[in-house]
């Protein structure tokens, strides 16, 4: 049974220097988890809350996905990830995040048909990729285009319709997989991909991707059956950095295909999306099982940036249960194309000696869903620089539900955080005459500074 937020008795807050209380409303989550309703907090007492990448603080309320980090449990509306992986496709997921319940057979049918009829892409959108380098990392185009869309589809970018919202939505997760496609095509020169309706999701990606069009394409059903895991996998992960910057784009009024390619844009990042990439880099730097102490060993060093990447999350302080899945999928995907892959010994070598040092013990650092993820799609034949715009495809039905639901809330506002203010106080101002001549020193401190110097990345 669904079960929505309960007012509890709530909390007080003492200011320690002045003895001063304040009450703050209290909710109980529909899983038991407590909330401090900090809302009225500052038009009452003058204060602010201060937590860097929201580490405490929940930005709104979802029905959408439920993680418990500690136990290692992920639901999508109530389902567990596993028995989605094993019985679902990615349409019936879709479906469940969008609309909240697994479809019947006749909502599936008829969602199925809506999603196979809005695949193409405009033709001026084909000229629009030629602007780009061949040598363009695809995930920058994928920015590029998917904003773009915005300048193509006028009939379902007023937010305030809902039949638009619902065209915006159903349009887009269509054609992020001819976009992906095309990225990839485009950086090999080759003729973009026409998709095929006879096709479902998975296989139109797989042909669109690989296909050629002097010849027919056969669909291994194996590898077609991979790829939908590896969407559901990805589909949604609660309000991680992408899907907050694209609830936080779409809070000002703006449209969804502005939205979507600003949760791309933020995907793209190694400490997020991007990581699948980097662990195939790592494995390969690593080279042999006999270097993984010396990479350890660096892991450990508070000195040295390098972070052992696809291990650790957020939320997660156990295994997480899609790298459960995806540590399957990969020894089936390697098995049945026959693929002796030394990176998924080597990997699974590392993971056996970080699941027993004490330095990832201590911190609570476990696999996450990135850390096979890399070596299926290298499997399934897919290069490097694609492998987050896989991520991006299956994530965009996620971020699409989230704007959705963000757009239907009662109590959203624009996003607009407050800070803690560190500056000068209020100084004189100088004409430039009297400046002097010795240089003013710069603060570099808005570079990434990584590990070596205590900041940290945000959570994927
Ligand atoms: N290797 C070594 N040390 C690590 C790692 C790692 N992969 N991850 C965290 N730590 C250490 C970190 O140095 C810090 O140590 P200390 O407390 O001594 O300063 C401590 O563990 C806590 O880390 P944090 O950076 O404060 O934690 P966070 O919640 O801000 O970061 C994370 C989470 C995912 C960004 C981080 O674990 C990381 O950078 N992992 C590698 C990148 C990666 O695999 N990202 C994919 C995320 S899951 C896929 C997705 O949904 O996008």
Redesign the pocket.
């Known amino acids: 049974m669904k079960k929505s937020d309960t007012p509890d008795s709530g909390f007080t807050l003492t200011d320690n220097q002045t003895g001063k209380t304040w009450k703050f409303p209290g909710h109980t989550g529909a899983m038991g988890n407590r909330l401090v309703d900090i809302r009225p907090m500052y038009s009452t007492s003058g204060l602010l809350t201060y937590d860097p990448?929201f580490?405490s603080t929940a930005a709104c309320k979802s029905d959408i996905t439920y993680i418990d980090g500690e136990k290692g449990i992920l639901l999508h509306r109530g389902y567990p990830i596993e028995d989605l992986a094993e019985h679902s496709d990615y349409m019936d997921v879709c479906y469940l995040l969008l609309y909240g319940e697994l479809p019947t057979p006749e909502q599936k049918a008829s969602f199925d048909t809506e999603i196979r009829y809005h695949t193409w892409l405009h033709e001026q959108l084909a000229r629009f990729y030629q602007g780009f380098m061949r040598s363009a990392h695809p995930m920058a185009i994928m920015v590029g285009v998917v904003g773009a869309l915005s300048a193509f589809y006028h009939d379902s970018t007023d937010i305030s319709d809902p039949e638009q919202r619902q065209l915006a939505a159903h349009r887009i997760i269509a054609k992020m997989p001819n976009i992906g496609a095309s990225a990839f095509k485009y950086s090999l020169g080759r003729p973009f991909p026409i998709p095929i309706n006879k096709y479902t999701y998975a296989e139109n990606l797989l042909q669109m991707m690989f296909s050629n069009p002097s010849e027919e394409y056969k669909i291994n059903p194996v590898l077609a059956k991979a790829i939908d895991r590896l969407l559901i996998l990805h589909a949604d992960?609660e309000q991680?950095?992408s899907t907050s910057t694209v609830r936080l784009a779409g809070s000002s009024g703006a449209n969804p295909y502005a939205c979507i390619a600003s949760g791309i844009a933020s995907?793209w990042g190694?400490?997020?999306?991007g990581?699948n990439e980097?662990?195939l880099n790592m494995l390969d730097e690593i080279g042999t099982v006999k270097n993984i102490k010396k990479y350890i060993a660096k892991?450990?060093d508070?000195d040295d940036s390098?972070?052992?990447?696809?291990?650790?999350?957020?939320v997660y302080k156990n295994y997480?249960p899609r790298a459960k899945v995806m540590q399957k999928s990969c020894h089936e995907v390697l098995t049945t194309l026959g693929i002796d892959d030394p990176r998924l010994e080597l990997a699974m070598r590392l993971e056996e000696i970080a699941l027993s040092d004490d330095?990832?013990l201590e911190?609570k650092?476990f696999p996450?869903?990135?850390?096979y993820s890399g070596i299926v799609m290298k499997a399934l034949g897919f290069p490097e620089s694609m492998f987050t715009v896989m991520?991006a495809i299956g994530r965009t039905v996620g971020w699409i539900a989230h704007w959705r639901e963000m757009l239907g809330d009662g109590d959203q506002k624009i996003g607009r955080p407050r800070q803690m203010y560190t500056g000068y106080k209020k100084r004189k101002y100088k004409p430039v005459s009297n400046r002097g001549h010795t240089q003013n020193k710069i603060s570099w401190s808005w570079l990434w500074r990584g590990?070596k110097n205590?900041t940290?990345?945000?959570?994927?």
């Open positions: 990448g580490t992960h991680n950095a995907l190694p400490a997020h999306g990581a980097a662990v892991a450990h508070k390098f972070r052992l990447m696809g291990f650790g999350h957020r997480d330095y990832f911190k650092l996450n869903v990135d850390f991520f590990k205590g940290t990345a945000s959570e994927g």
